[in-house]
């Protein structure tokens, strides 16, 4: 029967199919899937961990932006910038971090292209180096035409004084060019006589608004015009034919006065004093007229044996140009003289006969206002700085 029995399970086992749960050994691991909120939590990591980078990159491109936009701890002076013809955007940008006016070239093509851009225009710009990219960017969008200073040139300044301040205000301005243009024979100068080449005493002196598109010669002729207009306003022409005199000579007058008179009431009787000497041929011994071209802190007393055609000390007449450039109320004096005084007054009565000659010929400082005493002889005019040194005018 066991056999039998056997037989059986032999057959049996024949047709048993394996199952890999019948071995606990082989039976796979099976992982749980994970709950559906973890995936989201990952998920909001890796999302916040990309925002904070991007924030803080945005951070670090803006805070690398607002320095180079922002204006430096110090911001200098402003300095000339030029813009050349045919220059475009890229080429001003590059022009500016060349030179010291910005941080960074790509930066402030950036900046211009976000604030509606910038049409360049050639030109000279005054710029200060290190200001905010919105001040160096307000600049350049303002013509040179359009931008102006204004130079003032006080009554008496000469042409080389006029040269240096401009050479000073304006930084487009160059004295040394100045001063060669003011020296040129081939310009049509009307009140300049025939082999004379100065504009010493042709450039009227006044408040100029001078642009960044303005240059040396454009300057001289605006001061030439001026001149011309105030010469016909105080009729020079028609007092020169009365006088005796080429416009141009009371011009030279004219300058003499304004080196001279301190206080307005003394240029008429200045130009009063100066004609009467021309009359009776006498040296005009005024001061102003040594000085001229003279080297800075040369002692009076060597000046005043200087031969020179300035030093009327030694020569007769006018000297050979104006020794400055007179404004109006000089040139107002030269042509309206003072008349002489009247032969009943103070001053005539050291003269034997005060109703014949009694003319102004000498004047002295004699305050320290400026204002001068009068005579008509020497030993009037002796007395007179006599009185001077004791008040202290005078040395």
Known sequence: MRDDVLSDDRRAEAHWRVDPWDDPVEVPVVEAPAPAGAWVRWLVVAVAVVVAAAVLTAGVVGWWLLERVSAADEIGDPVRFDIATGDDLGDVAAGLAAGGFIADAGVFEWYVEQRGGLEVVPGLYRVRPGAHLGDVLSVLRTPPDETYQQVTFPEGFTVAQIADRLDDRLVQMDAATFLALTDDAERSVPLRPDGVTSLEGLLFPDTYRVSNADNEGQVIERMLELMERVVAQEDVLAASERLGLSPYEILTVASMIEREAKVDADRAVIARVIYNRLARGMRLEIDATLYYGAPAGTPFDVLRDTDSPYNTYLYSGLPPTPIANPG????????????????????????????????????????????????????????????????????
């Not at 008509?376 to 004791?390: K, L, P």
């Open 328 to 395: 109006r109320a000089s040139i107002r004096a030269a042509v309206n003289p003072a008349p002489n005084p009247a032969s009943g007054d103070e001053i005539c009565a050291v003269l034997p006969d005060p109703t014949v000659g009694c003319d102004y010929l000498f004047y002295v400082l004699a305050d320290d206002d400026g204002s001068h005493a009068f005579a008509v002889t020497f030993e009037q005019h002796q007395a007179n700085i006599d009185a001077a040194r004791r008040a202290g005018v005078l040395p």
